[in-house]
């Protein structure tokens, strides 16, 4: 079997993918989660008045849910054409398809206004979000890996991951602004529109960046091979059937970072006020802090990676996620701003050393022609069996006795899991070569 060889893209190119796949992603997370935060703290009474505040919350939380649901829905379809005719045209799509989603949240009627089509409307709208995000991780995260020169997977692949705390660094300052600017009065009656609507604005941004990306090297190279490299005609089915172990692994991988990462950014806003009684600017700001400091721990996780392997620093990231998880919850409820901000960047970097790496490694697990739906599909089983159902768990748990250790046991118990599929996973053999000629310490590394 023969492969194309590509050299390195020339640097301004490497550099517009790089900001193509930050700007965009990050673009993209903002508007997810300026919807977890309107989740937590106006979506009850605007769209659920007729529950009390305890059962809107949870409401609110369930269509925050729905997102989730069709996020694997997302990653099949657009894996499978980001697979058959090229990642690029995927990027577009689906930010394309994010931003009219968002905008149209914003436009929404309440529940006041049109009854029991509002909370209709939210959920539909908010299940199209999961489809445009579904698809948005595996694109961006392939444009810049397969992009990357020899040694820098880990690096480049940072950079559609630090898009996520980006976004959440963002969205807290849009909200952090219009709640401040505006009052709690005005804020909870139409405020709280104005971060869905600025939406429109940073979408045309991103895609005047992306429409001018050129294609992934690696997928120019599968298009123009006349060998068995060339593009599968259903990639996700054999995807399925010839590498279902990777799938599995690599979503249960991701279990426990999404899930604990939702709580951290959604939950604990909701949480902050309406249980620890702190307002809710003290809340956006510690948010804030621990997002930054995610984001740097992305970008210096993934550049460990590099130099001593993903193994390395997979699974130390992993046990210190389980250490976070065991004493972020005792720390909170501390209700001091001091104590919570270190519970806040605890987690942060142990998020970040889970998720910093993952680009390359879920990378790694697949050939080219099958990359965006094997990883696509990997990340989102992960995303709804962790972050789609942790906000209305967590709500839950907590509702049994009013404490929080019952959360603490569910993140341990998830920790602990994904833990384990993280040893798992990054033992096995790889059965085909990974992007072009990995380096020898990464060969070792992944087979153990």
Same mark, same amino acid.
């Given at each position: 079997?023969?492969?194309? $060889?590509?050299?390195?893209?020339?640097?301004?190119?490497?550099?517009?993918?790089?900001?193509?796949?930050?700007?965009?992603?990050?673009?993209?997370?903002?508007?997810?989660?300026?919807?977890?935060?309107?989740?937590?703290?106006?979506?009850?009474?605007?769209?659920?008045?007729?529950?009390?505040?305890? !059962?809107?919350?949870?409401?609110?939380?369930?269509?925050?849910?729905?997102?989730?649901?069709?996020?694997?829905?997302?990653?099949?379809?657009?894996?499978?054409?980001?697979?058959?005719?090229?990642?690029?045209?995927?990027?577009?799509?689906? =930010?394309?398809?994010?931003?009219?989603?968002?905008?149209?949240?914003?436009?929404?009627?309440?529940?006041?206004?049109?009854?029991?089509?509002?909370?209709?409307?939210?959920?539909?709208?908010?299940?199209?979000?999961?489809?445009?995000?579904?698809?948005?991780?595996?694109?961006?995260?392939?444009?810049?890996?397969?992009?990357?020169?020899?040694?820098?997977?880990?690096?480049?692949?940072?950079?559609?991951?630090?898009?996520? *705390?980006?976004?959440?660094?963002?969205? $807290?300052?849009?909200?952090?602004?219009?709640?401040?600017?505006?009052?709690?009065?005005?804020?909870?009656?139409?405020?709280?529109?104005?971060?869905?609507?600025?939406?429109?604005?940073?979408?045309?941004?991103?895609?005047?960046?992306?429409?001018?990306?050129?294609?992934?090297?690696?997928?120019?190279?599968?298009?123009?091979?006349?060998?068995?490299?060339?593009?599968?005609?259903?990639?996700?089915?054999?995807?399925?059937?010839?590498?279902?172990?990777? @799938?599995?692994?690599?979503?249960?991988?991701?279990?426990?970072?999404?899930?604990?990462?939702?709580?951290?950014?959604?939950?604990?806003?909701?949480?902050?006020?309406? @249980?620890?009684?702190?307002?809710?600017?003290?809340?956006?700001?510690?948010?804030?802090?621990?997002? +930054?400091?995610?984001? @740097?721990?992305? !970008?210096?996780? +993934?550049?460990?990676?590099?130099?001593?392997?993903? #193994?390395? @620093?997979?699974?130390?990231?992993?046990?210190?996620?389980?250490?976070?998880? !065991?004493?972020?919850? *005792?720390?909170?409820?501390?209700?001091?701003?001091?104590?919570?901000?270190?519970?806040?960047?605890?987690?942060?970097?142990?998020?970040?050393?889970?998720?910093?790496?993952?680009?390359?490694?879920?990378?790694?697990?697949? *050939? +080219?022609? =099958?990359?965006?739906?094997?990883?696509?599909?990997?990340?989102?089983?992960?995303?709804?069996?962790?972050?789609?159902?942790?906000?209305?768990?967590?709500?839950?748990?907590?509702?049994?006795?009013?404490?929080?250790? *019952?959360?603490?046991?569910?993140?341990?118990?998830?920790?602990?899991?994904?833990?384990?599929?993280?040893?798992?996973?990054?033992? #096995?053999?790889?059965?085909?070569?990974?992007?072009?000629?990995?380096?020898?310490?990464?060969?070792?590394?992944?087979?153990?």
């Amino acid at each position: 079997m023969t492969r194309t $060889n590509t050299s390195p893209p020339a640097r301004t190119s490497a550099r517009r993918v790089l900001l193509g796949s930050f700007v965009g992603t990050a673009v993209e997370w903002y508007d997810y989660f300026i919807y977890g935060m309107a989740a937590a703290l106006v979506f009850g009474p605007q769209f659920f008045p007729q529950f009390s505040p305890a !059962a809107g919350t949870l409401a609110s939380f369930a269509t925050y849910s729905v997102g989730f649901a069709a996020r694997p829905l997302g990653g099949i379809v657009m894996g499978h054409f980001g697979d058959r005719i090229g990642r690029k045209s995927m990027l577009v799509l689906s =930010l394309t398809v994010m931003g009219l989603a968002t905008t149209g949240i914003g436009l929404l009627p309440t529940y006041d206004t049109i009854g029991v089509w509002a909370p209709v409307l939210l959920v539909t709208l908010r299940f199209v979000q999961g489809l445009g995000v579904g698809g948005e991780w595996g694109g961006a995260v392939l444009m810049a890996v397969e992009h990357a020169p020899a040694g820098r997977r880990g690096f480049y692949g940072s950079f559609p991951q630090m898009g996520v *705390p980006g976004g959440l660094i963002l969205a $807290n300052l849009v909200f952090l602004s219009v709640s401040q600017g505006l009052g709690t009065a005005a804020f909870t009656e139409w405020g709280w529109r104005i971060p869905f609507l600025a939406s429109a604005l940073l979408i045309v941004v991103g895609l005047v960046i992306r429409v001018g990306i050129q294609e992934s090297p690696e997928f120019a190279a599968v298009k123009q091979d006349s060998t068995d490299e060339r593009p599968a005609r259903l990639p996700i089915v054999e995807v399925l059937r010839n590498q279902w172990r990777d @799938v599995l692994l690599a979503g249960g991988t991701f279990i426990a970072n999404n899930a604990i990462g939702y709580i951290f950014m959604a939950y604990t806003l909701a949480y902050g006020t309406k @249980v620890l009684g702190l307002s809710r600017n003290t809340m956006l700001v510690v948010i804030l802090i621990g997002a +930054a400091t995610w984001l @740097v721990a992305i !970008a210096g996780s +993934a550049i460990l990676s590099d130099r001593v392997g993903r #193994r390395r @620093v997979f699974v130390s990231g992993s046990v210190g996620l389980v250490a976070a998880a !065991a004493v972020f919850f *005792p720390l909170l409820d501390s209700a001091s701003t001091p104590v919570l901000l270190l519970a806040f960047l605890l987690m942060a970097v142990m998020l970040g050393f889970t998720y910093g790496p993952q680009a390359a490694l879920f990378s790694e697990l697949f *050939p +080219a022609k =099958l990359r965006y739906s094997g990883s696509s599909l990997g990340y989102q089983l992960g995303a709804i069996l962790g972050g789609g159902i942790a906000p209305t768990v967590a709500t839950a748990l907590y509702g049994i006795n009013n404490q929080s250790w *019952p959360i603490t046991v569910y993140l341990v118990l998830i920790s602990s899991f994904s833990l384990v599929c993280v040893l798992v996973l990054t033992r #096995r053999p790889r059965e085909h070569a990974p992007i072009t000629e990995p380096e020898p310490e990464q060969v070792s590394t992944l087979q153990g």
